[in-house]
C-alpha cells in the first residue's frame, strides 16, 4: 500500500513538473537569469543548489523528463531500478558528499545506508570481501597471498597515506606501474585491477592518481546508498534547488548556447525561446557543449583539436531484474560482486571492448535491495547485471540485447545459481539507452576516459575558453564518479560567485 502511494506521488511529481514547465514556457516568464545551467545531472543540480542559496537567479534547463543525468531511476511492476550508478563515495566523515549535504541543508531529507561489505571479488580460485575496516582486507589478502605479505602492508598503509604532494610524483605513471612497485603474483594484482572498473579502466590505462583517489574516496571509504533509490536523491536535489528559489525545468533540451564577442549571452532552447544570461554552466556532454551547442567557428582551432583528439570512457550493457528473494537466500555472496573468470584483466577488458559476448567476460551484479527493501516488493529483490559494452548502433543493439542478456543471465548464475527460474521483470539498457537520457557521447558512464592523458591538468578546465561559459560534471575536474561531480558543480557554483562578487 505505502508504495502504491510512493509510485503515485512520484507520477504526480512528474505531471506537476511537466505541466510546470508548459506553462512558464506558454507565458513566457522568465527571460533573464542570473546564472543559466544545461543538465540536470548531480554535477548541474549541486551547482544549482549552491547559487540559488547564494541568492542568485538560477535556470537548470534538463532534457530528460526527470533530474539526475546517470543518477536516475525507473520503475516496472512494482520494483525501483537504478539506471546507473549503485553506491556514492566520499561520504565518509571527511568526505566531500558529507559536506554539500550539511551545506545544503539536506541531511534530515537524505539519508544514506553504509554498504558493508561493498564488494564482493569472486576469482576462480579465491574470494575477496571488500569492508571498511581495512586490517580484515589486509588479513584476507595477507592468507591468500603469504608471499607478498610485505607488499600488502606497505600498498595499503600508501593508499591511506596518499597526498596532493605524493600525486605529483607520480602524474604520469600508471596505476599497473604502482601495482608492480609492490606486488609480483598476477592474481593480486587482478583484485586491485578489477576494482578500477568502477571507473572504466583498468590499471594498464589508468591514471595512478585517479585510480588511487578512487581507491581512497570510493572503494577505502565504502559505499553509500541513497535510501528510496538513485533516482531519490536527485529528485531531493532538484526540490531543495527550487526551496532556495531556483527554477528547475525538466523535459526542455537548451539547442544553443548563445555567444558575442567570445563571452556568453544566454542559451536557446529546442522551442526557440531565447534565455539570457551572462553566465552559462554546461552539465553536458563536452562534445555537445563545444561542437554543436557553440560551434567551431567561436573556439581556437587549437581547443577544437584537443577536443576532438579526446576519447570518451566505457559505456555498460545493463540488465535489470525483479526475482523471487528464494533465488539469492542462500548466497555464499550478500553484497554487490564481481564475478571474474579470468586474471588477465587488461586482455578482458580490450575483448569485451569490441565483443560484449566474449566467452570468458566479467560480469558486476549489484543487488540494491539488499540495502534498501522499498526497492523490491515484499519477498522479491531488485538486481542489476552489468558489463562494459561498445557503442554500437540502434539496429545492433536491437538484434543481439536479448541473446546478451542471456549470456550475463547464464554468466550470473556461477554466484547466483537459479537465477533464471526466479525472474519476475526483466528490462535491458545498452549504451544507446545510456546516450538517449544522458546524451553524453558514445553513452559514455564516465565523461573522458580517466588516462594520464585526460586528467588533472589535462582534463578540460571548469572555467571554459568561452568567457562567462563554465564546466560541471564528469568531463571536467576533478573527473568521474557520482561524488565527484558533485564536488565539481560546488567549485563551478564557487567560481562563478567569486566572479560576481
Ligand atoms: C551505468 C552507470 C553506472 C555508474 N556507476 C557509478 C557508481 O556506482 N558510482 C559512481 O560514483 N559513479 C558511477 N557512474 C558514474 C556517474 O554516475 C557519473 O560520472 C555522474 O553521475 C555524471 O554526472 P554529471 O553531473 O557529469 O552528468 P550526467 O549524469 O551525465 O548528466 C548530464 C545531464 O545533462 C542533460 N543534458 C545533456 N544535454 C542536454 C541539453 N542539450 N539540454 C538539456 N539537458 C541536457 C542530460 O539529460 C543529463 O541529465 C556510473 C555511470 C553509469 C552511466
Known sequence: MFQKILRLLGRLEQHFFLWRNTMQIMNNVYE????????????????GNYLAKAGKKVLLAEQHFQPGGCCTSFKRKGFTFDAGGHFFGSFGEKGFLRKIIQDLELE?????????????????DFTVKIVRDLSHIEQQLKSIFPDEEEGITKFLSYLKTFNYTMSFRIKDKTFREILDSFFRDEKIKAVFDVLLLYIGLPSKQMSAVAGIILFRDFILDGGYYPLGSMQN????????????????????????????EN???????????????????????????FLDMIGEEHLEQKFVTRLKEMEPSVSHFNVYLGIKSEAVENLAVKGNTWYVPEYDIEKIYNKMRTNPFHENGFIHIAFPSFYDESLSPEGHESIFLTILAPFKNVSYW?????????????????????LSQNIVVKEISTPQTIYRYTLNSQGANYGWAM?????????????????GLYLAGHWTLPGAGLATVAQSGY????????DTH
Open 108 to 124: 534530515d531529507k537524505i539519508k544514506f545506508k553504509e554498504a558493508e561489505p561493498s564488494d564482493y571479488l569472486v576469482f576462480p
Open 398 to 418: 536491437k538484434e543481439q540485447k536479448e541473446s546478451l542478456s542471456q549470456l550475463l543471465i547464464e554468466r550470473a548464475e556461477h554466484i547466483i545459481p537459479e
Open 263 to 289: 563571452k556568453v549571452t544566454g542559451i536557446t532552447l529546442k522551442d526557440g525561446r531565447i534565455i539570457q544570461s551572462d553566465y552559462v554552466i554546461s552539465n553536458a556532454d563536452a562534445n555537445q557543449t
Open 32 to 47: 533573464h537569469y542570473d546564472v543559466v545551467i544545461i543538465g540536470g545531472g548531480l554535477g548541474g543540480l549541486v551547482s
Open 491 to 498: 567549485t563551478a557554483a564557487k567560481m562563478i560567485l567569486e
Open 451 to 467: 588516462k594520464n592523458s585526460q586528467v588533472s591538468r589535462l582534463r578540460l578546465n571548469q572555467k571554459s575558453p568561452v568567457k
Open 233 to 260: 536523491f536527485s529528485n531531493m536535489l532538484a526540490q531543495q534547488m527550487e526551496k532556495f528559489g531556483g527554477t528547475v525545468m525538466l523535459s526542455t533540451k537548451v539547442e544553443k548556447i548563445n555567444i558575442e
